[in-house]
């Protein structure tokens, strides 16, 4: 299974970016990229997904380098409600391979 | 569409006691997971199913059993609790095992006293 290590915390200031580096050294060809975020006493919520290259949606952009061997998610202008743990995940290229969450990155906005 | 429902959402058990966790999707997904959440640590992989009929070992499946008969369903058994199962449970399900996003219950909180 892909292994991947993110910062354990970091803290932003309201209307900052935001950017938040996941390694995945071992990832495997065909494997995916995948962020989720989640809230105290909520379960997680899929923020974006991505391959290669670089993916934007309306909440966030994910920017994964040639290698593949890292990625950053980066969160525009943050807020008070982006307060919350964001996971990185790697896998879903292989048979019946689960998706295994690490530890993840606490981010904490400052007002 | 109500995604993934878990039910209970609280449960208090005494040790030794079994108990059911469900999970229900209604998204015809076929993949579907169970993970644990100690306090402040990462998800857990408890158990998985890649489909009806097919259910696999995560990271922590000792003390858990699980089945799929049916795409929807996928309870997870708790069969002698004990003080160390104490956590948040969340099921997850996906159309893909990790080419499209899951989708996550709201959890439920069990305490193993």
């Known amino acids: 299974l892909a292994k991947t290590t993110q910062p354990i915390s970091m803290d932003s200031y309201e209307g900052q970016e935001v950017n938040i580096t996941c390694s995945h050294n071992?990832?495997?060809?065909?494997?995916?990229i995948t962020w989720y975020q989640q809230f105290p006493s909520q379960g997680p919520r899929f923020i974006i997904q991505?391959?290669?290259t670089k993916v934007t949606n309306e909440v966030a952009s994910l920017f994964i380098p040639a290698d593949r061997k890292s990625s950053t998610l980066s969160l525009p202008r943050v807020s008070l409600s982006d307060t919350a743990v964001y996971y990185c995940?790697?896998?879903?290229?292989?048979?019946?391979?689960?998706?295994?969450f690490g530890k993840g990155t606490r981010l904490s906005v400052i007002a | 569409n109500a995604g993934v429902t878990q039910t209970p959402k609280f449960q208090v058990l005494k040790t030794g006691q079994s108990m059911t966790l469900q999970c229900a999707q209604d998204?015809?997904?076929?993949?579907m997971s169970w993970y644990r959440q100690d306090p402040g640590m990462g998800l857990r992989l408890i158990h998985y199913s890649v489909g009806a009929g097919i259910t696999d070992q995560g990271e922590v499946p000792n003390g858990y059993n699980v089945s799929r008969s049916t795409t929807e369903d996928f309870p997870l058994r708790l069969l002698s609790a004990a003080p160390s199962q104490t956590s948040v449970y969340f099921c997850?399900?996906?159309?893909?095992?990790?080419?499209?996003?899951?989708?996550f219950g709201s959890g439920t909180r069990l305490t193993v006293v």
């Open positions: 995940l790697v896998g879903g290229s292989s048979g019946n391979t689960p998706l295994v």
């Open positions: 998204m015809n997904h076929e993949y």
């Open positions: 997850a399900s996906s159309p893909d095992r990790g080419r499209v996003g899951y989708t």
């Open positions: 071992n990832i495997a060809t065909n494997d995916y």
């Open positions: 991505g391959y290669k």
